[in-house]
């Protein structure tokens, strides 16, 4: 059965930050792909960030020079650190993993920031 399970969303106020973890099992996490997306009320899924299984990244524009997606291949754990945090960033945030057309996602988490 595969997990992934995110944790470490809640409240922060403008300029904040915010550490997300998503733990995975019932995978060989070493050999996937890794992701957060976000969606807000009445938005789309967007991509946030992802690391490939060589460490390579990515980010979406809105978030690039603030947030840091790394990964701990030990621990089964892939982490977006959240910095300089605006009220758009106010979304769930979802963990996903994908192999060759295979993917998987977590329940998500929230994040709220305001004032």
């Known amino acids: 059965q595969v997990q992934l399970v995110e944790s470490g969303g809640g409240l922060v106020q403008p300029g904040g930050s915010l550490r997300l973890s998503c733990a995975a099992s019932?995978?060989?996490?070493?050999?996937?792909?890794m992701g957060w997306y976000r969606q807000a009320p009445g938005k789309q899924r967007e991509l946030v960030a992802r690391?490939?299984?060589?460490?390579?990244?990515n980010y979406a524009d809105s978030v690039k020079g603030r947030f840091t997606i790394s990964r701990d291949n030990a621990k089964n754990t892939v982490y977006l650190q959240m910095n300089s945090l605006k009220p758009e960033d106010t979304a769930v945030y979802y963990c996903?993993?994908?192999?060759?057309?295979?993917?998987?996602w977590g329940q998500g988490t929230q994040v709220t920031v305001s004032s």
């Open positions: 690391i490939t299984i060589g460490r390579s990244t």
């Open positions: 996903a993993a994908d192999r060759d057309g295979t993917g998987y």
């Open positions: 019932g995978i060989i996490f070493s050999i996937y792909r």
